[in-house]
């Protein structure tokens, strides 16, 4: 079965510091999909990063950053010089290939508060 | 870019009547549609998979007969929410599933607070 594991419940940084959210998961599937969203008070999914199983590699996009581990089943999520605006709920999810309907499972989320 | 709307955005009703919510894709069709229910502080849990033209597939513990959807189109799901009580207050997301995209690409509705007094 699968699931995805946060085990971050909340994170409070100062604003410019860098913070890293955690992301565990566990499948059975040799074809996967992770994802990280963020969740604004709009309470708007906003999505960040899809990754499969076949490219473990690490993404940097603008202030974000993954680190895709299979070794460890961890997608790691960074935010460097963190910024008031960041502060949201961030979920990672998981999507099987073999499940069928193409379910995505999410995680508890963790909420992050930036501090200006 | 794909988007998929949700109407209504919140909503209010008495305890005891029913609440429709539709789910649309606006710019694509999706095969299927998958309906989320998100308690507050809480993640979004799966409630059902729906696909077009047949019935849903609901996930363990959830009320088939309570939370009705209906797949009728390509662009069009429903979620209704019968004989509504206070516990079934809490925030509806919808997703869609492009048809013929790669699997995994999926993309979520703004979402519907229901608010039952």
């Known amino acids: 079965a699968q699931k995805v594991t946060q085990a971050q419940t909340e994170i409070s940084v100062v604003e410019k510091e860098d913070v890293t959210l955690d992301c565990v998961y566990e499948?059975?599937?040799?074809?996967?999909?992770l994802f990280w969203y963020k969740q604004p008070p709009s309470g708007e999914l906003v999505f960040l990063i899809r990754?499969?199983?076949?490219?473990?590699q690490n993404e940097i996009s603008g202030r974000y950053s993954w680190n895709f581990q299979k070794s460890t089943s961890s997608f790691n999520f960074t935010i460097t010089a963190s910024q008031v605006v960041d502060s949201a709920v961030y979920f990672c999810?998981?999507?099987?290939?073999?499940?069928?309907?193409?379910?995505?499972?999410f995680g508890a989320g963790t909420r992050l508060f930036v501090k200006a | 870019g794909a988007v998929v709307s949700q109407h209504p955005s919140w909503v209010i009703c008495k305890s005891g009547t029913s609440v429709k919510i539709e789910c649309r894709s606006l710019?694509?069709?999706?095969?299927?549609m998958f309906w989320y229910r998100q308690f507050p502080k809480q993640s979004l849990m799966l409630m059902a998979t729906s696909n077009e033209g047949s019935k849903a597939t609901y996930e363990q513990g959830v009320e088939k007969d309570k939370f009705l959807i209906n797949h009728a189109s390509l662009t069009l799901s429903t979620l209704t929410v019968t004989s509504a009580h206070p516990e079934d207050s809490s925030f509806y997301i919808c997703s869609a599933r492009v048809k013929g995209g790669s699997y995994n690409e999926q993309f979520f509705g703004p979402g519907t607070r229901l608010t039952v007094l």
């Open positions: 710019d694509f069709q999706a095969t299927t």
């Open positions: 990754r499969n199983s076949f490219d473990e």
């Open positions: 999810a998981l999507s099987e290939a073999r499940t069928g309907g193409f379910k995505t499972i």
């Open positions: 499948t059975r599937d040799t074809t996967y999909y």
